[in-house]
């Protein structure tokens, strides 16, 4: 390397030596052949063997610069006849190089002339540039000679001297086929221990040989590339046998024709790749024109013309391609993946037959392989992800991925990741667009969709290659997994049909997906309470309408009930008791006095069986007493039943400060009151017993009391206090003055005889209760008994 640079810089030296005598003989009156001669002599350069392409282009640059100052004085300063004859006299250099970097020099001026023979001049500079046939001295005269003549090629029609387009074609293409061959020759060069340095030499000269088609591409129309172009390119490329040549070549055609000419001229085009070298990457070749054409077809508004039958044309090709070629399994798939992103955008709004039989043909070549190793290669199972993505992310509706009959065979012969990858796309994909799911077969079909979702630990079967080892605990569930299994629960909330009876079988295909999932229903199943709940609600509305309302009403509890039991069992009572309570105040509300009944007495059952944690009791308790005091349509023998049970429970648990406050609040169970939003007001018969009340206010002061700290049982005394007031207020005649006064003289005998920080906060509490109290203006209550 630093020896090619040493011999750059000499020859760059002598080129700008050169240069500099060049520009000065041409600035001076009959110096032309003096001019000429340093011309010569700076070319001269360009005979060496020594250089490697990027040392060699740099070289070029440098003697193109100079030749640039000698056109521009020919163009400028010489009539006709001159450069005729000057024409003739440079070909008598005494060195090849030279006489044709000098006769192209003076040829392509001398096109520039009005009247010139500028199809004999075309011809001749073609056919002496043979006389150079090194690969890299070859490759830039012929680079040379199609930049310099690019601008003075003859476009018209005429057959005269002047040439016409079709020269102009034949031309170009010729010196193509000339620099394609050089180039691919170029890898004989040298030892075969080089071959991996001369094959780096080749892609730096690449660019060489493509220049000739981006010209060709400027110039010609369709039915030109149609039927001259394309076909002696093509057949140039099949030929030359070689891998580096075949690939680029055909991804420059790709790219620098335009789309409209690729559409018109593709089965030509992919019948070619088949006749390939077999080491050629005829998988990036197709996908380009495949992926490039896609584009296109999205891109335009007319779409892909009806006589353009594209989507069948690759189809035919790609599976000649695979038979012809016997392509690995990962590049069939990679196929398919741009043949279904072509079929997307060519057919967006319909499912052609074409998606239907490249899935077919998918599930076929599939299961063919199913054992191959290179099936399970991470490469090939990202393409069947991209494969099995490609209709989700593009058709509007899900349901149109469910018609095609071969998708879910497909998706379940395929790994646990690339199931659940799918799935979660899914699952996204329906949350994002909110998409209604109203019919029972949709939502099986979604269902299955998501199963892999659904199922804890749903991998493959044992002995799969793409298996895992199932889940065994809850305990390695990550976030990933809980925000899962939350989208499936908000998936829920739109099944939704306008026929009850519909929605019910919703509800029920949805249960039946879930039940699959083992642990994971905890996250799953409330979402269906809830929309049951709903719907239960919307059968009390069509009492009236419907005489089947409640048989159907019926079922519907019977199928919550065994939904929440499901819950119960997989081991999260705090959990079943607030929704058993939940179906309980439903079925309550709906007038169904005996399912009620059931729901609230299965919380209860909870309660004691499961929930042993004091505070979970006292939340629970808590729970049930605001539950039961909402309800309205039980019988009154039911109703004492339920309350007395939760007081009970109350007045049972660890704590005591947790014994008083479930005591005092169980106390508004004896004490109904008007629930606006139900209609009710002051005149509604409501169940009110002061007594009870009464009792249990008395209960919660003597477990206050037997509190042996100080600040505790005060602070309970100012909260029963408070409950007091609030039942005086409500005119319970059980709850008189004397109890008022007689608290308050009490709460104010334990703050005196106590003056510790301790107490500050139940003092102040006190302060703002008796506050509240003067503002009433309570008959008969002493605020201050000293």
Not at 225 to 245: F, H, M, S
Not at 265 to 277: E, G, K, P, V
Request: contains cysteine; glycine residues 4%.
């Amino acid at each position: 390397m630093e020896d090619q640079q040493i011999l750059l810089q000499d020859a760059l030296t002598i080129v700008r030596q050169q240069t500099a005598l060049m520009r000065k003989c041409l600035e001076t009156p009959g110096k032309l052949m003096d001019a000429l001669k340093c011309s010569s002599t700076l070319v001269s350069e360009l005979r060496t063997s020594s250089l490697g392409p990027k040392q060699y282009y740099e070289l070029y640059m440098a003697v193109f610069d100079a030749l640039r100052h000698l056109s521009l004085y020919l163009r400028e300063s010489h009539p006709v006849n001159h450069l005729a004859d000057l024409y003739e006299l440079v070909q008598y250099a005494g060195n090849i190089v030279p006489r044709l970097y000098l006769m192209i020099t003076v040829g392509t001026v001398y096109m520039s002339i009005e009247d010139a023979p500028v199809k004999e001049i075309m011809k001749d500079m073609m056919e002496m540039s043979r006389g150079v046939q090194h690969p890299i001295r070859g490759l830039f005269l012929r680079y040379y000679l199609s930049g310099q003549s690019r601008d003075y090629l003859p476009t018209g029609n005429g057959e005269g001297p002047e040439g016409n387009f079709q020269d102009s074609i034949s031309f170009i293409i010729t010196n193509f086929i000339e620099m394609n061959k050089l180039w691919v020759r170029l890898q004989h060069q040298g030892h075969s221990r080089e071959r991996e340095k001369r094959t780096q030499e080749r892609k730096e000269l690449q660019l060489l040989v493509g220049s000739n088609l981006v010209r060709l591409s400027q110039l010609v129309d369709l039915e030109t590339y149609k039927n001259i172009i394309l076909a002696p390119l093509l057949e140039q490329v099949v030929q030359c046998r070689d891998v580096l040549a075949q690939e680029y070549l055909l991804e420059v055609i790709t790219q620098v024709f335009p789309d409209e000419f690729h559409l018109h001229t593709l089965d030509q085009f992919l019948s070619a790749t088949a006749r390939l070298n077999p080491n050629v990457n005829v998988k990036a070749i197709v996908i380009g024109i495949m992926d490039r054409l896609s584009a296109y077809a999205a891109r335009e508004a007319e779409g892909i013309p009806e006589d353009v039958k594209l989507y069948e044309i690759f189809f035919k090709q790609v599976l000649n391609l695979v038979n012809a070629q016997n392509l690995p399994i990962q590049d069939i798939i990679a196929l398919l993946v741009s043949l279904a992103n072509l079929a997307l955008n060519i057919y967006p709004d319909r499912l052609g037959i074409s998606v239907l039989s490249e899935q077919s043909y998918t599930h076929k070549k599939v299961s063919e392989m199913a054992n191959s190793a290179d099936l399970h290669s991470p490469q090939c199972q990202q393409y069947i992800l991209n494969l099995m993505l490609a209709p989700v992310k593009s058709y509007a509706s899900l349901f149109t991925v469910l018609a095609l009959p071969s998708y879910l065979p497909l998706l379940h012969t395929q790994s646990y990741p690339t199931r659940r990858s799918v799935a979660g796309v899914v699952a996204q994909n329906i949350l994002k667009n909110q998409t209604k799911i109203s019919t029972p077969e949709h939502a099986e079909g979604i269902f299955e969709l998501l199963r892999v979702l659904i199922r804890e630990g749903a991998q493959q079967q044992a002995g799969y290659p793409g298996a895992q080892a199932p889940r065994k605990s809850r305990d390695i569930e990550t976030d990933e997994t809980v925000e899962e299994q939350g989208r499936l629960a908000r998936i829920v909330h739109l099944l939704c049909s306008d026929n009850n009876d519909t929605q019910f079988k919703l509800l029920q295909t949805a249960r039946k997906a879930f039940k699959e999932g083992g642990d994971r229903i905890r996250y799953t199943t409330p979402a269906l309470i809830t929309s049951g709940i709903k719907l239960a609600r919307r059968y009390k509305l069509r009492e009236h309408y419907d005489n089947e309302w409640q048989t159907m009403s019926a079922a519907l509890y019977k199928f919550l009930h065994q939904t929440v039991t499901s819950i119960y069992r997989v081991g999260v009572p705090d959990l079943c008791l607030r929704l058993f309570l939940f179906c309980g105040q439903v079925s309550d509300q709906t007038e169904f006095e005996e399912v009620a009944y059931e729901f609230f007495a299965q919380a209860f059952t909870v309660y004691e069986e499961a929930i042993s944690d004091s505070r979970a009791q006292f939340q629970a308790v808590c729970v049930i007493a605001n539950a039961l005091h909402s309800t309205r349509n039980f019988s009154k023998e039911n109703y004492d039943t339920l309350i007395t049970k939760c007081a009970q429970y109350g007045s049972k648990l660890l704590k005591k400060p947790d014994q008083c406050r479930a005591v005092y609040l169980a106390s508004h169970l004896w004490w109904a009151v008007e629930i606006p939003a139900r209609s009710e007001d002051e005149r509604s018969p409501l169940y009110r017993d002061g007594k009870r009340v009464l009792e249990c206010l008395q209960r919660a002061l003597r477990v206050a009391d037997a509190c042996m700290d100080t600040a505790v049982s005060v602070e309970l005394f100012v909260e029963i206090l408070n409950r007091y007031v609030y039942y005086f207020d409500r005119q319970n005649e059980a709850v008189t003055v004397k109890y008022l006064n007689g608290l308050i003289e009490l709460i104010q005998s334990n703050l005196s005889s106590n003056d510790s920080s301790t107490t500050e906060t139940p003092r102040k509490h006190f302060e703002r209760t008796l506050d509240y109290i003067a503002s009433r203006d309570f008959a008969g209550v002493v605020l201050d008994p000293k």
